[in-house]
């Protein structure tokens, strides 16, 4: 017992003298750049912070992006949204309606739904063959439903008329 305890006390010992970095290495010194000192009586020159390189689209998120319908989307309630693909970085879209303002990629989707994603906002726009919605995933609700321009709304109509098949309606499997 008294030896377990000399050697517990040893390794504690030299604990400190392996856990120091030298402080030109440190990760806490490298993270902060250099601030320079004003003096007292001057102002600083705040400098925008560069934005980050857009990762540029692939041929699927080219192809998804084609998808989207674009233009003023009447929705639920009388809101409107105004969806426009960006000019300058093909593939980018610009979301707004009254109180928000996106910028959204195209993500691919095993459902074949169309997703937009503004990932530092958690906004999601999904576009379906008969409406389209946005989303705020870190609220966790609907900011906008039933958009639709007038190709989904003829296909909504049609839905009305010509339901699809029940998923789970078993008539003509064999059984």
Request: with cysteine; aromatic share 6%; charged share 20%.
């Amino acid at each position: 017992m008294q030896k377990m305890t000399a050697i517990l006390l040893l390794a504690f010992l030299a604990l400190p003298a392996w856990s120091q970095v030298p402080a030109s290495t440190s990760k806490s010194a490298q993270a902060k750049p250099a601030q320079a000192k004003s003096k007292p009586g001057t102002s600083k020159t705040q400098v925008a912070p560069k934005a980050e390189p857009e990762t540029p689209m692939g041929p699927d998120e080219l192809a998804i992006a084609d998808r989207v319908h674009k233009g003023q989307l009447p929705c639920e309630l009388g809101a409107t949204v105004r969806l426009e693909a960006d000019a300058a970085q093909p593939g980018y879209f610009y979301l707004h309606g009254k109180g928000f303002r996106y910028r959204m990629h195209p993500v691919a989707t095993t459902t074949g739904a169309i997703r937009l994603e503004d990932r530092k906002a958690g906004a999601v726009w999904l576009q379906l063959a008969n409406k389209s919605m946005l989303m705020d995933q870190n609220k966790g609700r609907r900011l906008a439903d039933e958009c639709a321009n007038a190709e989904q709304v003829a296909f909504a109509e049609n839905m009305k008329t010509n339901p699809p098949p029940s998923l789970i309606d078993t008539s003509g499997t064999g059984r």
